[in-house]
């Protein structure tokens, strides 16, 4: 995985490959006879990671004999690549994703018979922005942030250098924006609510677009320029918690769990007027509000131990009082938690026909 910036947890001491020491569990999900694991394994979004970590770490916790989980943080459009890849023992259980699977990606598990898919929303996110506690205190529209980082704003290439260029209103700081990679589910979500919308607010014209020419409305409206401006930081959220600190005139895109977690060491930015906060992002007032999932293979709940009880362990702490919320996690609306949890008890499996 070449250019992926993966943060791999080991729990609780040190573990093998997932291809090595995985004795303990004939991998059913491949009929019995092609390899063995007795591990979990997740890969995908590095918003959802903390929590999936957490708990991983519960179920251990309460199981002195599990294995402990290897979770690893690819983002979650490379983790659906690994999670589509097939059934079986090489391939993972569980995919954190930052937003919806996409039609196509199902499209794919299908055609590598991963057809089964449980998709269990396990909370909500925002994606927030952020600066340093000494930084220039902006306050941001989608607008803004369109004409700061597309590449082409209007059809034009992207000249804008400092902030006061896209808005006389802003001051004349260097634009520069530390965020996610094109295979983060967190820059999916910049795209979807921030980027489209600063552009169809700011041209009349691009809502038309979608209807006409998708490609065309995608390359107008979420295309991120690349001359500097916008700067990768990869799948390491902390990173640009440190590079904010380095650079105070910058600005950082992230979700909202390492905003809070990291509420010491920088601000978040108000994008409309509203300041990212759990309760802005639970009624949906901030605009980067966003569901957080996790997909598991139903097929993998036999085959892999401890899987169903790590699913009844997220259904247990996503409440508003429990402790994912404490590490940072924004709790569903009820009927979405009952929905999910139904999901867990009856091992509800996705329809396709509702993804895009």
Not at 81 to 100: Q, T, V, Y
Not at 177 to 205: F, H, M
Request: proline share 6%; net charge neutral; hydrophobic share 40%.
């Amino acid at each position: 995985m070449a250019g992926i910036l993966v943060q791999r947890i080991v729990l609780l001491g040190v573990l093998g490959a997932v291809s090595g020491a995985l004795a303990a569990c004939v991998d059913q999900a491949n009929g019995g006879g092609a390899g063995s694991r007795d591990q979990i394994t997740a890969v995908g979004s590095s918003t959802v990671y903390p929590f999936t970590t957490m708990i991983a770490e519960q179920l251990v916790a309460n199981d002195p004999d599990a294995k402990a989980p290897v979770i690893e943080s690819t983002g979650t459009g490379a983790g659906m690549k690994l999670f589509c890849a097939g059934i079986g023992a090489a391939h993972p259980d569980i995919e954190d994703a930052s937003r919806r699977m996409k039609a196509s990606e199902y499209k794919d598990c299908a055609a590598n018979g991963v057809r089964d898919v449980m998709e269990i929303q396990v909370g909500i996110d925002g994606i927030a922005f952020a600066e340093a506690k000494n930084g220039p205190k902006m306050q941001l529209t989608p607008t803004d942030l369109y004409k700061a980082l597309a590449a082409s704003p209007g059809g034009k290439t992207n000249t804008a250098r400092v902030w006061r260029d896209v808005n006389p209103s802003l001051p004349a700081v260097p634009i520069q924006v530390y965020g996610p990679p094109a295979t983060s589910g967190t820059r999916d979500a910049l795209a979807e609510l921030i980027l489209t919308k600063g552009c169809e607010d700011s041209d009349p014209s691009a809502k038309a677009l979608a209807k006409s020419d998708a490609e065309a409305h995608k390359a107008l409206c979420t295309r991120v320029r690349e001359d500097g401006v916008y700067v990768d930081a990869g799948e390491n959220d902390n990173l640009i918690v440190q590079k904010l600190q380095s650079n105070p005139n910058a600005i950082g895109v992230f979700g909202y769990s390492y905003l809070e977690e990291n509420k010491d060491a920088v601000n978040g930015v108000s994008i409309s007027g509203v300041a990212p906060t759990y309760a802005t992002i639970a009624d949906n007032a901030y605009p980067g509000s966003r569901p957080l999932y996790i997909y598991v293979k139903k097929a993998h709940l036999t085959a892999i131990p401890g899987l169903r009880n790590l699913l009844k362990l997220y259904a247990a702490n996503w409440g508003t009082t429990g402790p994912l919320v404490k590490r940072g996690l924004i709790a569903a609306p009820a009927d979405i938690q009952a929905r999910s949890a139904a999901i867990i008890a009856n091992e509800t499996v996705l329809d396709p026909a509702v993804l895009k």
